[in-house]
């Protein structure tokens, strides 16, 4: 079993859709995906990432599942940083190394801050977990603790088509990982690639392992730079 998700493309978020660069990006990505043997889609019901699986889904005839899950992850709080209402996922690391709660795996949405918001943050982030699951359910994979049992081995390939912060929170859940160390700790770049696979040594037993994280060569073999759209540090830029 294959697990392909994808950002949406460099997003104009005021409108919900692209930018003039965020299209391009994501036609150079339909080039990409149109190559692959693709069981089936899933997107996020959000504008942005709508419009950047429209470019792969038109030019391949096919359709995509939409799920509320899949929008971007929720949750507001006020960040200790600047005292403003910002999202539940970005703290300074002064602030959120110091808190052992965020290194908690299954229960770091009942920490103290998110414990704040008018949301219930913690509800959140098990919806997104059922949602995955719920899906990989359909291909026989069934959640069982912290691994998979398997109904019947499948060679499907999914791609979904989500946020950089829900994809963090899903990698999370499939990989035990908590959610804030992906969050803070990696950079997923508009219509980058991230795959995962299942590891099935154990015959009825799965695992999810990552292969691939925010792959961007369909932009590097356009031309394209990087965008930085959610990163606070410089995108090294590689050209072929």
């Not at 919900?16 to 692959?36: C, F, I, N, Q």
């Not at 959140?124 to 603790?145: H, K």
């Not at 160390?181 to 695992?207: C, D, K, Q, W």
Request: glycine share 8%; proline share 4%.
């Amino acid at each position: 079993m294959r697990v392909i998700f994808i950002r949406h493309g460099d997003p104009d978020y005021k409108r919900d859709s692209l930018t003039e660069k965020g299209w391009r990006e994501a036609g150079l990505l339909a080039e990409r995906v149109s190559r692959w043997n693709v069981d089936d889609f899933y997107c996020s019901p959000l504008g942005r990432a709508r419009d950047t699986a429209s470019c792969t889904l038109d030019k391949i005839g096919r359709t995509a599942e939409t799920f509320r899950f899949l929008r971007e992850f929720e949750g507001r709080v006020v960040n200790p940083a600047t005292g403003r209402d910002g999202i539940c996922w970005d703290f300074m690391p002064d602030y959120w190394t110091n808190s052992e709660g965020m290194y908690d795996r299954d229960n770091w949405a009942l920490s103290d801050i998110m414990l704040g918001s008018p949301i219930d943050i913690h509800e959140e982030w098990r919806s997104v977990c059922n949602g995955i699951d719920d899906i990989l359910a359909r291909y026989g994979y069934i959640r069982n603790d912290r691994y998979y049992r398997v109904r019947e081995h499948s060679d499907k390939t999914i791609v979904i088509f989500c946020h950089f912060g829900v994809t963090m929170v899903m990698m999370s859940h499939l990989l035990g990982i908590a959610a804030p160390v992906l969050l803070h700790g990696f950079f997923l770049p508009p219509t980058s690639v991230t795959i995962l696979n299942t590891e099935e040594r154990m015959g009825g037993n799965a695992y999810f392992r990552c292969q691939v994280v925010g792959d961007v060569t369909h932009l590097h073999m356009g031309n394209e730079p990087v965008s930085e759209s959610g990163y606070f540090a410089e995108a090294f830029q590689e050209y072929v």
